[in-house]
């Protein structure tokens, strides 16, 4: 049985259901053994207007099923990015993401401008999210009000499809997730990393150079299934659910949970074939249970 | 880059606690350079990928040189012959060693074994004499198969060779080559500063794409110990910035 396994998300239309992460797949220039035909798109590295350095190291912690990072969204600027990135970018057959990010509201739309029209640059997804940096980030995507008004000032900039990446570390995610959309957001993400410390036994300190870091990998995964599914409740844009997915059983648990599409990360750290292999896996659970295309996949989304 | 279900043909004990790994990796074997790795995944296995540096080549095999520092290592140590590893390499940039120098001086820290074999082999391929300096804590911690038209021990308690460390025991040559902890290869930067270094990091993806193995440079900045390096120019590095220490924590 053939199996459609298309999808339009936010205003993209994408071949496939299953996205390269942000922070995972760099400038997606550099990725070994890549499978093009399963990816759907791909979501850039974390830019700023400005090139930033990074965090001191250590900045990844392994812990239990998962992996604790504080790049601190090393980068070389936006300039830099559309120069040498965006022209191979328009040569691809899938649409690429830019992840933006800035200290002030005004900057993500700077940003956005800049990026309004760069052939090669398909979308842009908003980071306020990001737990690694001094400024901005997380403080935007914890804040209803914030958070709106960074997406408007992003929107405001640009025709560009706008996805809006959310942090799971606040207390009621439906109610940014309505704010973001108010304000004109095309899709939401869910979730960021987690915020986690491990400590060095032997120095006594933590064990990242920065404190604290995300949480990613499997160990997050029914967390965030469980937030992509309250998103997915709250509002009536399109879900891109994100979190611990390593195979096509963790993608189509995000799927059934109410999310049009889904992003792998940190398992691409452990298996250069995992976007492939979880685009397979789904179109082969489909297969054999006779569903043709993905708005035909069963949705668990009980609205009370 | 290659991608390989490999199998364990071997295993033998080279010093106290340090062993050889056997890896059957065809595609591997024919084409990595001193200094390059490889990252391991096992079933069952911690969650991220271990980087090893390739120790030597034998015809499809490679060899890799480990202890027991944390969780993973332990379990690949407990793994018998006939089983599977998912082997990708080789990865990042090794020593560069081209015909010119007259003599090379290989000076290595207790595990900082791993890539020399690899790099004395090239460096006499083309005609570069050979003298590696090997030191370790004490007698039974130095690695028992190092070789070289000139080979010096150094022990940290003087139970053998030089009572020091393997830079003071040092000659000086054309090219320098170290590998070991990354205060030892401070120490190399400080007397030759031209000398190639590789450097021990964390690692997330060995491929480039994670940014989490980041060395600090003198000239600002980081780049990428798993593309740009692990091999450097010793005085490139910001050894203070460095960490020096890597505590391998045991992880579920």
């Known amino acids: ?304 | 880059m290659f991608l390989l279900d490999a199998a364990i043909t071997g295993r033998r004990q080279v010093a106290r606690d340090m062993f050889v790994i056997a890896i059957e990796a065809p595609a591997i074997a024919a084409s990595v350079r001193a200094g390059q790795f490889i990252n391991l995944g096992w079933s069952n296995g911690p969650l991220l990928r271990r980087p090893f540096s390739v120790y030597r080549t034998d015809g499809d095999r490679i060899e890799i040189v480990l202890k027991a520092v944390g969780g993973g290592t332990a379990q690949l140590l407990a793994m018998n012959r006939g089983d599977g590893l998912s082997c990708l390499g080789p990865l990042g940039h090794g020593f560069e060693i081209s015909a010119g120098p007259k003599s090379v001086v290989l000076i290595s820290g207790g595990l900082g074994v791993a890539p020399m074999p690899l790099a004395a082999r090239e460096a006499r391929s083309v005609g570069i004499r050979v003298s590696w300096v090997h030191g370790a804590r004490g007698a039974d911690d130095l690695c028992s198969e190092s070789e070289g038209d000139e080979v010096v021990w150094s022990t940290d308690d003087g139970s053998k060779g030089f009572h020091g460390t393997a830079v003071a025991a040092a000659p000086d040559g054309d090219l320098v080559l170290a590998c070991g902890p990354n205060r030892m290869l401070a120490a190399v930067a400080d007397r030759w500063p031209d000398a190639l270094v590789a450097v021990e990091t964390y690692m997330g993806c060995g491929t480039g794409v994670c940014l989490g193995c980041a060395v600090p440079l003198k000239r600002g900045g980081y780049d990428r110990a798993c593309k740009e390096g692990p091999v450097y120019r010793a005085a490139d590095v910001d050894w203070a910035s460095l960490p020096s220490h890597l505590p391998y924590a045991v992880t579920a």
């Open chain 1, 1 to 304: 049985m053939r199996v459609d396994l298309s999808v339009a998300v936010g205003g993209v239309s994408l071949r496939g259901p299953v996205l390269a992460a942000s922070g995972t797949f760099g400038y997606g220039t550099e990725v070994p053994l890549l499978e093009r035909r399963a990816l759907g798109g791909m979501v850039s590295k974390g830019i700023f207007l400005r090139p930033r350095e990074g965090t001191a190291p250590p900045r990844i912690a392994e812990t239990p099923s998962g992996m604790l990072n504080a790049i601190g969204l090393q980068g070389p600027g936006v300039e830099a990015l559309i120069r040498d990135y965006a022209p191979q970018w328009a040569e691809w057959d899938f649409p690429v993401f830019v992840n933006i990010n800035g200290e002030t509201a005004a900057e993500y739309g700077e940003l956005a401008a800049r990026l309004d029209g760069v052939p090669g640059v398909s979308g842009l997804e908003i980071n306020i999210s990001c737990p690694n940096v001094e400024q901005g980030g997380l403080y935007f995507g914890n804040d209803p009000h914030a958070a709106s008004a960074v997406t408007e000032s992003v929107r405001r900039r640009t025709k560009l499809p706008v996805w809006v990446k959310l942090t799971p570390m606040v207390s009621d995610l439906g109610v940014i997730a309505r704010a973001v959309e108010a304000a004109g957001a095309d899709a939401i993400c869910a979730i960021n990393t987690f915020v986690g410390m491990s400590m060095d036994l032997n120095a006594y300190r933590p064990r990242l150079s920065f404190r604290t870091g995300g949480l990613s990998g499997p160990a997050i995964r029914p967390l965030a299934v469980h937030l992509a599914h309250q998103v997915a409740q709250a509002v009536t844009i399109p879900v891109v659910g994100i979190g611990g997915i390593a195979r096509a059983e963790d993608a189509l648990e995000f799927l059934v949970a109410g999310c049009s599409a889904v992003q792998v990360g940190t398992a691409t750290f452990v298996n250069p074939r995992a976007i492939a292999e979880v685009h397979d896996g789904i179109a082969a659970f489909m297969a054999a249970k006779g569903i043709a295309s993905l708005s035909d996949l069963p949705r668990y989304l009980p609205r009370d």
